[in-house]
C-alpha cells in the first residue's frame, strides 16, 4: 500500500536527510518515533506529496507519487492521502461543512452533503457542521481534522503530532478516533510523532535518529 526506497532529502548543502525504508500494508497502523530534529515532520510531507526528495521512490497504491507534479500530484493526493496535522488549518470564513465541502471540490469529487453529515456524525460533532473552526475547541478541531482528512475516502492517512498538543484523556480520546476510523475503512495509517505516550499503542513501529 506505502512503500519507499532510498529516500533523501536536503534544505541545503549542511542539511541532508536519509530515511530507513518503509513498507506499510493495506490497513496496516504504523508509528514513526522521532525526537525534534530527526525529520519526522520532513519525512511526512514526502510522504504526503508536500516536498519531493532528492532521491528516493515513494509508491502509494499503485502509484509512485515522486514521478507526479503540478495538478496530477494535487488531484491525487485529494482522492488518495489523508493528512491530520498537528494544528487545524482550515478556511476561517467558512464553516466546518463548507470547508469539508471545500475538500471535495478541491479533489476533483462530487460534493455530497449527505456523507460529510454522516462523517461529522460519526467523530460526534456533527451538531458543530455550521459553525466557523474558531469556535470549536481544541479536541473538535481535530475530530473536524480527522473528519476532513477522510472525507475523500483515501487509502493512506498521514497524521502529524496529532496528539502533542493535547492533555493526557484527550490524548488517548483522539488517538483511538484515529485509529478506529482507520480500521474502520480499511485505511493505511502512519502516524509520525515524538509523544511517547502513543508507543503502547502501535505494533509497528519505526524510530527515526538524529
Known amino acids: 500500500m506505502l512503500a519507499t526506497t532510498g529516500l ?3 534544505y541545503n548543502r549542511k542539511t541532508k536527510m536519509d530515511f530507513p525504508d518503509v513498507s506499510c500494508g493495506r490497513g496496516e497502523q504504523w508509528l514513526i518515533l522521532g ?3 530527526s525529520g519526522k515532520t520532513t519525512l511526512l ?3 504526503g506529496g508536500l516536498r519531493k526528495p532528492q532521491k528516493g521512490q515513494i509508491i502509494v497504491g499503485d502509484t509512485d507519487i515522486t514521478s507526479l507534479s503540478g ?3 494535487d488531484v491525487f493526493r485529494g482522492r488518495n ?6 494544528q487545524a488549518h482550515f478556511v476561517r470564513s467558512l464553516t466546518i461543512e463548507e470547508n469539508l465541502l471545500l475538500a471535495q471540490k478541491l479533489a476533483g469529487m462530487p460534493t455530497d452533503d ?3 453529515h454522516q462523517l461529522l456524525a460519526r467523530l460526534n460533532i456533527k451538531d458543530k457542521a455550521n459553525d466557523k473552526p474558531h469556535r470549536l475547541s481544541v479536541g473538535e478541531r481535530q475530530r473536524a481534522s480527522i473528519c476532513r482528512a477522510l472525507i475523500n475516502r483515501p487509502s493512506l492517512i498521514l497524521a502529524d503530532e496529532p496528539t502533542s498538543a493535547l492533555d493526557d484523556h484527550n490524548c ?4 483511538q478516533l484515529i485509529k478506529n476510523q482507520a480500521a474502520a475503512d480499511e485505511v493505511t495509517l502512519l502516524i509520525v510523532t515524538h509523544d511517547n505516550r502513543l508507543k503502547s499503542e502501535f505494533e509497528h513501529q519505526i524510530v527515526l535518529n538524529n
Open 35 to 37: 525526537e525534534s530534529g
Open 71 to 73: 495538478q496530477h500530484l
Open 172 to 175: 488517548h480520546e483522539v488517538i
Open 114 to 116: 449527505n456523507q460529510v
Open 81 to 86: 492521502i489523508g493528512i491530520v496535522f498537528q
Open 8 to 10: 533523501e532529502f536536503q
Open 45 to 47: 510531507h514526502l510522504l
